[in-house]
């Protein structure tokens, strides 16, 4: 059978069937959040199955998208089935088979593809061993969820050390490829090291709280589970933008933005804070609301907005963003110099030289407008 009606086939079926599940079940709200993420994995991979057959990538994301649709149609059977009367038969495995869903496609995404990316092989065979850890992880969480809640507590821990000495060899695997391969795999990883970074701090402070109506905070930890969701949200936008070299360059810029508005926001949100405790003090004082400060604060926040962003854009550039802040440089440079500049030929050697520098071109001519005869 044509491969691409097998790939979108499968996206098709996928996508519609957890639509599905969120029609039966309409109380399991998280249904909505997740639509886009399966949408995405389903479709991705389907693109880069049928665009790059010989890459992996592709079926491994079909995959996971199809391990989150079967977890969710299993948990929907298992949350109405289990209130019916008698309850349905393997209500209780189907939850099981729910929760194991959720942390193949998991295991799939921030693991096993980290290995493989960007070609689909492994950095080297002795990567194999990571894999082994992989699979004898999953082997392990999958007997923990099935089996009784005495062998579920003894094998925990043995899934959680797996677990980290597979993340920990995934994260290697992509640093050996960052430091060993060219430019465009260089560029390549950014995107999906970007993404991971996301990721690896979110996700472990989610699972702290599995229940977000049951941590101290319940707002605080459904943020976190919305902001680790997000991030398995544009995993595949990532991966296929870098596997399919999509304005590969473009991660820096990404990347810089990303640090300097959430710097401000830091900065700008301990000011407000900083300017309100303050003036609430003193204005207590003399018998005055709060409103005042808060004001107060609020304008003191607008008139530092734009000279923060400046500077920390400025300082996050020097970072993250190397190549525009030293085309930023050399272009002041060159206008400094210009301003002092009065011979032509001057002029024009500077130009071909800042440019050779700047940009490097394989070949450069410049071309002056002879002057016109008074």
Known sequence: ????????GITVVGIVAYLGVGVVDPSDASILLWVPVVALFLSVGAVLWTRVPANPIGPLFLLAGMAL??????????????HQVPAWPAAGLATTVSNLGLIYAI?????????????????????????????ADLIVLTIGGAAGEETAALVQPVGLVLTIVAFVGAATAVTIRFRRGGPTQRQQVKWLAANAAMAAILFPIALLNPDPE?????ALAAAVWVAAILTLLFLPVV??????????????RIVSRTVSYAVVTGILAAVFGVVVLVLSSILARFGQS?????????LAVFAIFQPVLRRVRHTVDRRFNRARYDAERTASSFATRLRDEVDIDSVA????????????????????????PR
């Open 107 to 135: 295991a799939i995404s921030l693991i096993g593809i980290p290995l493989i990316f960007p070609d689909g092989r492994l950095p080297s065979r002795r990567f194999r061993v990571v894999v082994a850890f992989l699979a």
């Open 214 to 218: 049951q941590a101290a905070i319940p």
């Open 239 to 252: 991966i296929g933008v870098a596997v399919l070299r999509y304005r590969l360059y473009e991660i820096d």
């Open 290 to 298: 709060d409103s005042i400060a808060v004001a107060a604060s609020t």
């Open 69 to 82: 649709v079967l977890g969710s149609m299993s948990g929907a059977y298992g949350a109405i089935g289990s």
């Open 1 to 8: 059978m044509n491969r691409h009606v097998v790939a979108w």
């Open 349 to 372: 050697a500077d130009l071909d030289d800042t440019v050779r520098a700047a940009i490097r071109p394989t070949d450069l001519a410049l071309w002056i407008r002879a002057r016109e």
